[in-house]
């Protein structure tokens, strides 16, 4: 459900189907992205995934969710319109540019990838794509990132932003709003801004999150940002 009631629709799509992109890593290491859906995602990994997500909200620093979701609120909010997962994968020979990323064949599936590993030693990330508003305004994206915390420190997130600046305005979208980037998040905010992110707006106040280590919960800022992918 939307805030503003009901559900959201999606802008309309042109071309053709979104397939698999790879992106470098460090040590000949990739990350390949793969467009998922409710449908295509085992369950033993969207139970994985809901594990990852929980986590970050027992952190109760990054999303303002306060309560772990069940197994069906967690795909409801994250498989609502769009998601990719980001898969540890071997660089291929052609890559190229580290920045850039390379499209794979519509024919390369998941599984082929994960070839028989754990989710937790493959899964490097995840992110939603949805519209943030609805009607006249459904042009705007929002996104929701995640990268497990095994795996923070690999610089997953700017390359999982590289690809969401790929991917959004295939979807159809012309710009995309972050309405809740908190100040405290200093790896994504140095995201964002490296990224070319515009900060719109700063809301005082707008996270009652968790204190570090025991200390009392605190009130802090959050950043709104703006990118336009029709410039």
């Excluded at 929980?54 to 109760?60: A, F, R």
């Excluded at 908190?182 to 790896?187: D, L, R």
Aim: charged share 20%; hydrophobic share 40%; with cysteine.
């Amino acid at each position: 459900m939307s805030p503003y009631g009901g559900t959201i629709s999606k802008p309309e799509r042109t071309g053709g189907p979104l397939v698999p992109r790879t992106y470098k890593l460090a040590n000949s290491q990739a990350l390949t992205v793969f467009p998922v859906s409710r449908e295509t995602v085992p369950n033993e990994l969207l139970a994985y995934l809901q594990g990852v997500f929980n986590d970050v909200v027992e952190e109760g620093r990054t999303y303002p969710q306060m309560s772990p979701l069940s197994l069906d609120e967690f795909a409801a909010y994250f498989f609502a319109a769009d998601c990719f997962i980001g898969i540890l994968d071997a660089a291929p020979a052609d890559l190229g540019d580290a920045s850039a990323g390379m499209d794979r064949d519509e024919s390369l599936q998941l599984e082929s990838v994960v070839a028989g590993r754990e989710w937790r030693d493959c899964v490097l990330g995840m992110y939603y794509v949805k519209p943030n508003y609805p009607g006249r305004s459904s042009h705007l994206c929002n996104g929701g990132f995640v990268v497990p915390t095994v795996h923070r420190g690999l610089r997953v997130g700017s390359t999982l932003g590289r690809s969401y600046l790929h991917y959004a305005p295939l979807l159809g979208y012309r710009g995309s709003v972050f309405n809740l980037v908190y100040v405290s998040n200093v790896a994504s905010v140095k995201i964002w801004d490296g990224l070319g992110f515009q900060r719109a707006g700063l809301i005082p106040g707008a996270g009652k999150l968790k204190g570090k280590d025991g200390a009392e919960d605190e009130y802090v800022d959050a950043i709104v940002y703006n990118y336009q992918f029709v410039k």
